[in-house]
């Protein structure tokens, strides 16, 4: 089984979404002898923006390099992702790593009975990280909605959220978040094993 880890915090060792996955990760490793991990820190090594050239691919490298992380989501079973809310959204950098990813012909496309997913088959766990309080539903929520909706166009079915949020409003609210948020990953691997 392949298991592809994604943080995308642009925040270093204080990031809440990249000690969530960690802690994602190391559970699914527990739960699954001989997974095979792949990681991608794409605010270490940021993919370039879908500019132009970029999307007619140019440059060889850039096209190499998104060729790259295509596959690897390809191949994965499993995808353990940190998507924290920046700005209501997901960080750009996550947003760059999409537009690699969902390429039409590859992981959809559109048929006479209308768009079809063909990235079926993958589990995908995001770790989700928010200073404020939205809960679910939330009209400004472009963030989980955001990545269920892109994901689940791809034809990713099982989507799980582990979210730490409010963790701005005081030290005791982060510390709150993130203890009840790890004591929430047991469920998922609970049912993988
Ligand atoms: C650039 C930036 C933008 C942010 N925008 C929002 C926001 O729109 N709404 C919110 O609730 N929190 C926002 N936050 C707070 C983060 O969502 C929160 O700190 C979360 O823990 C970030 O995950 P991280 O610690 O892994 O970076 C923002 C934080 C940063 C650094």
Redesign the pocket.
Known sequence: MKLLHIDS???GT?????ELTAAIVARWEQAVPGLSVTYRDLDAQPLPHLTGPVLAQVDQAVAEAGEQAMQEFLDSDVIVM?A?????SVPSTLKAWIDRVAVAGRTFRYTENGPEGLAKGKRLVIAS????IYGDNSPADFQEAYLRQVFGFLGITEIEFVR?EG??YSPQHRTDALEGAKAAIAVPLREAA
């Open positions: 915090a642009a925040t204080g990031s809440v979404t990249r940190g924290p809310m920046y700005n209501f990280g928010r200073g404020g730490a963790v701005a």
